[in-house]
């Protein structure tokens, strides 16, 4: 095995990064160690945005999981998540966009209440689609996704409201002096 298809593998390395309770904001920087490679490459890597992985890759990301080769390439997250997919990504939806409170404050938004959401959340009682459909609109969520199927929580393309705001002051800090002066006024006139 050369070359190895990115589709599975990004997924597993999502799944795995989540799984061991790493934010989504950091999971760029770990694959850079991991693969000592470019921020590029990493987002690469996260994003499905290369159809290839190569052997010493794999062998990286097997070394960095403490997994054998083989056990990353068998691994099928949305077999493992099946049962739990839309109890996890409506606990990923409020947690990154309402945060403390958001039970409450989802269910005020769609005229629910709060123990309806928490019973959404343990998985005691299922939303209807009508549900599922003002929950998707509630978050900006794309109306054609599944939420018991997608795995919104492990999409790198998805950001929360609250993972915006990080991920925004965690890049404006590392922003070099050139750049932040040309963006400035532009960013100025925008965030007024």
């Known amino acids: ?10 997924l597993v390395v999502r799944y795995e990064l989540w799984n061991m309770g790493l934010p989504k904001l950091n999971w760029e920087e770990y694959i850079r160690e991991w693969l000592k490679c470019s921020n590029r490459r990493a987002n690469e890597v996260l994003l499905n945005d290369s159809e290839v992985i190569s ?13 054998s080769k083989e056990d990353l390439l068998l691994l099928d997250p949305l077999h493992d998540l099946n049962a739990r ?20 404050i989802v269910a005020k938004r769609l005229g ?22 003002e929950i998707a609109k509630c978050f900006s969520v794309d109306l054609t996704l599944d939420l018991t199927v997608t795995p919104l929580f492990l999409s790198y393309h ?15 800090d590392t922003i070099n002096r050139e750049l932040l002066v040309s963006l400035f006024p532009a960013l100025r006139r925008l965030l007024e």
Do not use: C
């Open 1 to 10: 095995l050369s070359k190895l298809t990115m589709i599975n593998f990004s």
């Open 55 to 67: 052997e010493e890759e794999l062998g990286r990301v097997s070394l960095a999981l403490g997994k």
């Open 85 to 104: 997919m839309l109890i996890l990504n409506l606990n990923y939806l409020i947690a990154s966009n309402v945060g403390h409170g958001g039970k409450q």
């Open 112 to 133: 629910v209440e709060p123990g309806t959401v928490s019973r959404w959340l343990s998985g005691t009682r299922t939303p209807s689609r009508e549900d599922l459909t």
């Open 158 to 172: 998805y950001f929360g409201y609250l993972e915006m705001q990080q991920w925004l002051k965690q890049k404006s």
